[in-house]
């Protein structure tokens, strides 16, 4: 494996970028162009004025903005004056946001004014965010508020931070300090915060841009949300380990995206199967110059053997791969390689990352036999540092001998390929978002006419599964189709939100009460 980088932490990654690099670009986006010396500087820009405002190593720092570049000037700054990253999904509704920032402890976030007709950071003007002292406002917004300031003023604030004081900041940070907190649901319902470390994500992202093949000099295009491991980690950290140009796109649309890659002759794009599915189906595919394209990963789905040979033969990728990963371990467990055979890329997620271990286990936690179905287990050095103060989250997580039980489902083969097969976890992945029932179904159970609900996820020819919603209304209460999922769309992100709603009298029950899920998805088939 050939890793292009010694740097242990994000501060020396982007030293060490900036030296090897120089005045290549390492963003463009929105006409403007950043080289990695240019990044360097904005970073510890960033950097100071966190320090000049009280800002300590560990402290958490939430960013909520789509993909654009003060996303990943404001992320990376923060992680080098020794802070924690908080990503915060850009489809949260206010509820959902200020609870990540509740449990993170988060002491400033960067938001977007304005993105897509919302005011961004008047959906927290209401919530109960106790330890957040600042809103850091990105382009255009309201900042006339006690808490809120604009990013030029903030980026001001730090003038008066020595040379020296900014470089013992960053030249502390260690490779097993934690690097960022990524929020994922579970099957609780309740929002988890994985902590990873600065080593361990260098080095699973370094693996990773191996493997695909990220060369100096490639143009990638970031479809993956920042907010997002694949976009954060293998987007904006292996651009910057390997000198790649990163060039954000903040809202998906097949003809804009091909556009871009003529214009922008794009070289890399990952992404989830609807992506490549929606771009092969476009009209307008055949008048645009593509050409440039050379290497895409993409996963999270299951994908027909005949859209990898469409992706090299109609689109003109050189190399597809498939890959599995959770957000648990840094993002990524496996990966297919060059040279596979398409059937083995659409199949399977490939085989584990160097260094990594991965079997499959029985309910008594004993490794099953080759080819035999079992949970997927996972060690080495990519398993997460735990649960943000949730020790006992994380133990029913990893175990005793440092296993991270993932909770889906696989077989291993002869040749080391991991085939998923089931998901022990409640889960469903819509357009490469997993979506979590109960947390789905707690945002629900707040509407004031339902008493009960459970959601499930149905097959959708474009985006994979979506949820449906089965609901049991409170007497003397009347709620239409479209009133509810109106609701929904207005307390939950889309990606969440219910396509389909079923009002019933009554949900099914086993003897213990709980929903039989199952029963479910019968008669959503027969329907």
Request: charged share 25%; net charge negative; glycine share 8%.
């Amino acid at each position: 494996m050939t890793i292009p980088s010694q740097a242990i932490t994000t501060p020396q990654l982007i030293k060490e970028a900036a030296q090897t690099y120089n005045d290549q670009t390492f963003i463009e986006e929105g006409g403007v162009n950043i080289s990695f010396r240019e990044f360097d500087q904005l970073t510890d820009q960033v950097a100071r004025s966190l320090i000049a405002k009280g800002i300590q190593p560990g402290d958490r720092i939430g960013v909520w903005a789509p993909n654009i570049r003060e996303w990943i000037i404001a992320g990376l700054g923060l992680q080098r004056a020794g802070a924690v990253l908080v990503t915060l999904n850009t489809r949260y509704k206010g509820p959902e946001a200020a609870q990540i920032l509740r449990s993170s402890g988060a002491k400033m976030v960067f938001s977007i004014g304005s993105f897509l007709g919302c005011d961004y950071p008047a959906l927290l003007d209401n919530e109960d965010t106790p330890d957040l002292e600042e809103i850091v406002v990105f382009r255009e917004g309201n900042t006339n508020s006690d808490n809120k300031i604009s990013w030029d003023e903030f980026l001001t604030a730090g003038e008066n931070i020595s040379n020296t004081e900014a470089a013992e900041r960053a030249n502390n940070v260690s490779g097993d300090d934690t690097s960022d907190l990524l929020f994922t649901s579970g099957t609780t319902g309740t929002p988890k915060g994985v902590m990873t470390g600065h080593q361990q994500n260098i080095k699973t992202f370094a693996s990773w841009g191996d493997l695909v093949g990220i060369e100096e000099g490639d143009r990638y295009l970031i479809i993956s949300p920042f907010f997002h491991s694949f976009g954060y980690k293998a987007g904006v950290l292996v651009s910057l380990m390997y000198g790649a140009t990163v060039m954000p796109h903040d809202i998906f649309d097949a003809e804009a995206i091909l556009m871009r890659i003529q214009n922008d002759k794009v070289t890399v794009l990952p992404g989830p199967p609807t992506v490549f599915q929606t771009l092969l189906a476009s009209p307008k595919l055949g008048d645009y110059d593509i050409s440039s394209l050379k290497r895409a990963t993409t996963g999270a789905a299951a994908i027909p053997v005949e859209m990898i040979h469409k992706m090299k033969d109609v689109l003109g990728f050189e190399r597809v791969l498939t890959a599995y990963g959770l957000t648990e371990s840094c993002g990524v467990v496996t990966m297919c390689r060059d040279g596979d055979d398409a059937e083995t890329i659409a199949t399977t997620s490939g085989r584990a990352l160097p260094e990594v271990e991965v079997r499959t286990v029985d309910s008594n936690n004993q490794k099953t036999p080759q080819g035999e179905a079992g949970e997927i287990v996972v060690r080495g050095f990519n398993v997460m540092q735990g649960y943000f103060n949730d020790e006992a989250a994380t133990a029913e997580t990893i175990d005793s001998e440092g296993w991270l039980h993932t909770g889906d489902v696989g077989i291993i083969d002869e040749n080391g390929n991991l085939r998923i097969t089931d998901r022990m976890k409640d889960m469903f992945i819509t357009g490469g978002f997993n979506c979590y029932p109960a947390e789905i179904e707690n945002i629900i159970s707040t509407h004031p006419a339902i008493a009960m609900n459970a959601v499930i996820g149905i097959p959708d020819e474009r985006m994979g599964e979506v949820a449906m919603a089965f609901v049991v209304l409170k007497e003397g209460e009347e709620l239409t189709d479209r009133e509810f999922i109106d609701w929904c769309r207005a307390n939950m992100a889309n990606y969440k939100t219910p396509r389909k709603v079923r009002f019933e009298t009554a949900l099914p029950l086993n003897a213990t009460g709980k929903v039989m899920k199952p029963e479910l998805q019968k008669m959503a088939e027969q329907q």
